[in-house]
């Protein structure tokens, strides 16, 4: 019935349905859940209570026959005297000539509208015959397109809840109503779009959040599941006595957390699914030590692996870490898009005899060209500048490989369980012991002498220096002229007695390696760089982090670039150059100033810019919800999550009479699995 088409709803006729079609709504069910998006409520006060520019509710008595009048084209003006007490009020109304009509002197009205104190006038958006208690207290605002009218489409949703009412199926579980108080669906449904009171709406809400979230969650835990099952993994056997060798090995020991982390990931390998994991950690928590370690764990295994990363310079600096790292142990070979001829075709001649143990590199992995011989292994730096196409063709290569993506931008937990919540998640909550957090200062602009001097300070103690300038997203160009100037600038203060290098994304690829080693080596003091510093690289000697209108940047990239200092064991500094007009600009120097945790901060980033914003607005990948707000009512999520991971793993979801409705409903909805099974 609930799928029967909008047309059977009275009062819709074919304008109309085909209005309503625009808006997305074709069945009967889809009118019902077309939720009011705001509420208004109407409390007549008197005027003397009133503020100019207000949006008001009064009410009173028409005194003069209201006058009409046209002008420009379609455009018209109708004005009344309201008598309001002992005052009287000028109303106005624009575009309503319809309602001259309706109107008459010594009719009663209430109108709402924007209230302009020193005229005692009017300006009304709505208005209604009658004293206002006649009138329902919350009003339901739609999203409408042209030409519907706000009460034609409240008068064809209230026929439908009239007569379909009875037919909407309570989907939810009564014991999981009853534990968190939820009103039955229908009740609620009539409530969110006619509300009675406050607290009757707030439930209302409170129980299609829920709903929602439910749903979604199942969705993923479906899949998630359906991907464990119906992919056959490959149960990778590695050496334990080699691979505990290895660890050994290993100039350090790891933290609790990179155990714990790590033996999540060998138990996937072990297992016959395929693991779809996510290895989370704040910058320098050590993950790539962890997916060192399971990288190699795969070639004790028999298998190949690939690591593949955003950007050139962080794919040089892995490949040279990983082939010492592995010294003696496996053979590690770079591709990146600039390796090109000869080198390149001895590479993937290489790879596809399985000469080559581990590659490492750029996009380039992932193009046709690449052929493993017995591909068992791929880590994902940086997840999340990956789109879909990305993670779908590498799925594609090899065997199913088991795939790890790692991501140093550390991820709200309430959007980590909502955009990944198809992946398992590794989590490295905890530093390597001894770090010091990174001293972080906010200094306007003015004082950036003062700055250049701390830097002089700083490499005199035999230390180094990242100058990084912003990025001017408009123009590439611009850019790095931005960095060239910056750099001139420096060099002229510090030179010759203190070098200074540049480093920008247009840059040779042979430049910006033998700029990153002359950084590595010391024998560069001061780096004036672009963010393309911002992921990976690693120089602990490195002590001073300077970012240039540092108001630029978002919350994490900050996070990210002050990453870059604070590796070794001396004491590190990150100055944040800028003058932030906006209180959100002044609010992330503040965050920035006073926390050194990634998760934290990035928490904070999210309140700040909200979910749409924080991935990026084109690959965030996130679900929009109706009524639910994945930041607001993070809590419901995560209680959503709970729940639908113990009906899927334990089987109640299918089993469970009394999930029979909820079942049905999940499993009836195309939209619900389809659109995430890429
Ligand atoms: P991430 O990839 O999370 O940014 P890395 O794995 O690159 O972190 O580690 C950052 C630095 O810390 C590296 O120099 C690495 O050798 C070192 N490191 C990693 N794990 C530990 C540990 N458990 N104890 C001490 N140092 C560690
Ligand atoms: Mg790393």
């Known amino acids: 019935m609930l799928q029967q088409s909008i047309s059977e709803v009275k009062g819709v006729g074919d304008k109309l349905q085909s209005q309503l079609n625009e808006l997305g709504l074709f069945t009967v069910e889809d009118l019902l859940f077309y939720f009011p998006h705001r509420y208004d409520t109407y409390e007549v006060k008197p005027l003397t209570e009133l503020t100019h520019n207000e949006k008001a509710t009064i009410e009173g008595e028409i005194v003069s026959e209201p006058a009409l009048s046209f002008y420009g084209r379609k455009k018209s003006r109708l004005t009344f005297t309201l008598q309001v007490d002992q005052f009287a009020v000028k109303a106005v109304m624009f575009n309503r000539a319809f309602a001259k009509k309706q109107l008459n002197q010594g009719d009663t009205v209430t109108v709402t509208g924007k209230w302009d104190q020193q005229r005692l006038q009017i300006t009304v958006s709505q208005f209604k015959k009658g004293e206002s208690k006649s009138q329902e207290p919350i009003q339901p605002v739609y999203t409408l397109k042209e030409g519907v009218n706000l009460n034609t489409l409240r008068k064809v949703i209230k026929n439908a809840l009239d007569d379909y009412s009875a037919d909407i199926p309570d989907i939810l579980p009564e014991d999981l109503a009853l534990a968190y108080k939820l009103p039955d669906r229908s009740q609620a449904l009539n409530q969110m779009h006619y509300p009675e009171t406050r607290v009757m709406l707030k439930h209302a809400k409170r129980r299609f959040i829920y709903e929602e979230f439910l749903l979604f969650q199942l969705k993923m835990q479906l899949l998630r599941k359906h991907n464990r099952e119906s992919t056959t993994g490959i149960g990778q056997m590695y050496d334990n006595d080699q691979l505990t060798a290895f660890v050994q090995s290993l100039p350090f020991e790891l933290t609790s957390a990179q155990k714990r982390s790590l033996a999540e990931i060998l138990n996937d390998m072990k297992s016959p699914h395929r693991m779809n994991r996510l290895l989370q950690g704040d910058v320098g928590s050590g993950k790539t030590a962890v997916a060192a370690i399971a990288l190699y764990a795969s070639i004790t295994a028999g298998h190949q692996g690939a690591l593949m990363v955003p950007t050139e310079i962080l794919a040089e600096q892995h490949y040279h870490s990983l082939k010492e790292m592995f010294e003696g142990r496996a053979k590690v070979a770079l591709l990146t898009g600039s390796i090109k001829g000869k080198r390149r075709r001895e590479i993937l001649e290489a790879v596809e005899q399985e000469e080559i143990d581990i590659l490492v590199g750029t996009h380039a992995l992932i193009q046709d060209e690449v052929v493993f011989k017995n591909l068992g292994f791929v880590i994902v730096d940086e997840q999340h500048r990956f789109g879909v196409e990305q993670r779908r063709s590498l799925r594609d290569k090899g065997l199913s490989p088991d795939v790890l993506f790692m991501t140093a931008t550390p991820i709200p937990r309430t959007l980590a369980i909502t955009a990944f919540g198809d992946m398992d998640v590794s989590v490295i909550d905890e530093m390597p012991a001894g770090r010091k957090p990174v001293d972080?200062?906010?200094?306007?602009?003015?004082?950036?002498?003062?700055?250049?001097?701390?830097?002089?300070?700083?490499?005199?103690?035999?230390?180094?220096?990242?100058?990084?300038?912003?990025?001017?997203?408009?123009?590439?160009?611009?850019?790095?002229?931005?960095?060239?100037?910056l750099y001139d600038q420096l060099s002229a203060v510090f030179e010759p007695s203190t070098s200074v290098g540049l480093m920008h994304g247009r840059l040779h690829n042979e430049e910006k390696e033998s700029v990153m080693q002359q950084f590595a080596v010391n024998e560069l003091k001061i780096l004036v760089s672009t963010t393309v510093v911002e992921v990976g690289v690693n120089v602990p000697n490195a002590t001073v982090m300077v970012i240039y209108d540092a108001q630029r940047f978002g919350l994490s990239q900050l996070h990210q670039l002050r990453g870059r200092v604070g590796r070794g064991a001396d004491q590190s500094y990150c100055i944040l150059l800028g003058d932030p007009k906006g209180d959100v600009g002044k609010e992330r120097m503040r965050i920035m100033t006073e926390t050194n945790d990634g998760f934290e901060l990035s928490e904070q980033d999210l309140k700040l810019r909200g979910p749409g914003d924080f991935f990026g607005k084109k690959q965030s990948g996130l679900p929009e919800f109706k009524v639910g707000d994945m930041v607001h009512d993070y809590r419901a999520l995560e209680t959503a999550r709970k729940d639908a991971a113990e009906m899927i793993m334990e089987n109640t979801l299918d089993n469970d009479q009394r999930y029979k409705a909820l079942k049905e409903h999940v499993y009836s909805d195309q939209h619900l699995l389809g659109n995430v099974l890429d």
């Not at 950036?448 to 300038?469: M, P, W």
């Open 440 to 485: 972080t200062y906010w200094v306007k602009g003015e004082m950036t002498n003062r700055v250049l001097s701390f830097i002089q300070k700083e490499i005199d103690q035999g230390h180094q220096a990242y100058v990084i300038c912003p990025l001017i997203e408009e123009s590439d160009q611009l850019d790095i002229q931005n960095a060239i100037d």
